[in-house]
């Protein structure tokens, strides 16, 4: 079950953006915690010298840049999950043995499962406050699912390799005026029924543009392009009963008070859209760390929303049905969105009608690879349905 999240803002991603280090200060707001949690999450890491070089490329990275941008992002390598990787080879030196994954998540098997489990555990256990906890989390997370996937996982559709649908995904280049981001749980990160992956795999990682939470590289990158666009350019997709959700339309004729047509021709300042992509649970915690961070970067924590107005059925309820009428696949969401743009007669000759339909093609060719790869390992292909939509 995955909910959504829709943001406006006005930066370009890019693989050139200054990497956060452990040794360097970082220029942010100390408030957020990023640096701190990573020089503390640091410091319990390192207890023992790294000595061990395990090469796999030519900088004697374990991840390479070009590995960590392959997987659907275009920001640099997060540096707690190098260390956390580092830490991981060199357990497996001093116990002599491999480490294996398997299940969903590319979770850890055997032994060294369980040697490592209790390392972390300790790690977490010491660290100071929530925010170091969620960046050391999070970034185990993500660095068990690379390990995990290498070699098994395309890297850019997230299926296993023998039901890659790349070849039958076709790229389409998004409006100039618009950016998806797509704030993800690092729990959804790699999985191979997540639907988010969708949208890079046919309009490109600049403009949707992957942020896993917790990852602080990642998130400075999005709360930078917040900053810069300004909070009444800033709406987040999500049917939130407790914020002050408003329509499509409403937002962006409210939107710092411009007319719908000078956001339409302002390209130098497109409109971002963010999806939450998430189980319901880490969806809603993942807007409350949005709030928290609107309060540092606006000075209040309210963070605009927008519904629409109809939410169609997900070709991926088929496989994964939802418990609501207001609850959606990540990329179901964005298509509705696009169609709702696209009836505003000021959007209405741009195409994202064309947008929108690219999206659904591409959510029928995930269904029908991942249905495929249930018939041939002899599963359902049927989930019982919680909601009647």
Not at 274 to 279: A, E, R
Request: proline residues 4%; neutral net charge.
């Amino acid at each position: 079950m995955l909910s959504t999240v829709g943001v406006f803002s006005f930066t370009k991603c890019s693989s050139s953006l200054s990497f956060l280090t452990f040794k360097n200060k970082i220029k942010m707001d100390s408030k957020l915690g990023f640096a701190r949690g990573l020089e503390v999450v640091r410091e319990s890491l390192s207890s023992s010298p790294w000595k061990e070089d395990y090469k796999a490329d030519n900088n004697g990275d374990i991840i390479s840049l070009e590995e960590w941008q392959g997987w659907g992002t275009c920001s640099p390598r997060p540096a707690m999950v190098m260390e956390i990787v580092e830490e991981m080879k060199k357990l497996e030196k001093d116990l002599d043995t491999q480490m294996s994954f398997g299940g969903m998540g590319a979770k850890l098997q055997g032994n060294f499962k369980v040697q490592e489990d209790k390392k972390h555990r300790a790690t977490y256990k010491a660290l100071g406050d929530s925010e170091q906890k969620q960046q050391f989390f999070s970034s185990r997370q993500v660095a068990c699912r690379v390990l995990g996937s290498r070699g098994y996982l395309c890297q850019k559709c997230w299926l296993a390799q023998e039901d890659c649908m790349c070849s039958k995904i076709k790229p389409s280049s998004l409006w100039p005026g618009m950016r998806f981001w797509l704030y993800m749980h690092p729990k959804d990160f790699l999985r191979q029924n997540n639907t988010g992956k969708v949208l890079w795999q046919i309009f490109g990682v600049e403009a949707a543009t992957l942020c896993i939470f917790g990852i602080p590289e990642q998130e400075e990158i999005m709360w930078d392009a917040f900053k810069l666009a300004g909070k009444s350019r800033v709406w987040c997709l999500y049917p939130d009963k407790n914020a002050s959700t408003k329509s499509v339309q409403d937002a962006l004729f409210s939107s710092a008070s411009e007319s719908l047509e000078k956001q339409k021709t302002d390209v130098d300042t497109p409109l971002h859209f963010v999806l939450l992509d998430g189980t319901w649970s880490n969806s809603a915690a993942m807007f409350s760390r949005l709030k928290e961070h609107a309060k540092i970067a606006w000075g209040e924590e309210e963070f605009p929303c927008i519904s629409l107005s109809e939410l169609g059925e997900s070709p991926m309820h088929k496989l994964r049905p939802q418990p609501s009428w207001d609850r959606t696949c990540t990329a179901a969401a964005a298509l509705g969105l696009l169609s709702e743009l696209h009836l505003l007669p000021e959007f209405s000759s741009i195409g994202l009608d064309k947008h929108a339909e690219a999206v659904e093609d591409g959510l029928e060719i995930l269904l029908k690879a991942l249905t495929g790869r249930r018939l041939r390992m002899g599963r359902s292909i049927t989930r019982t349905e919680k909601y009647k939509l």
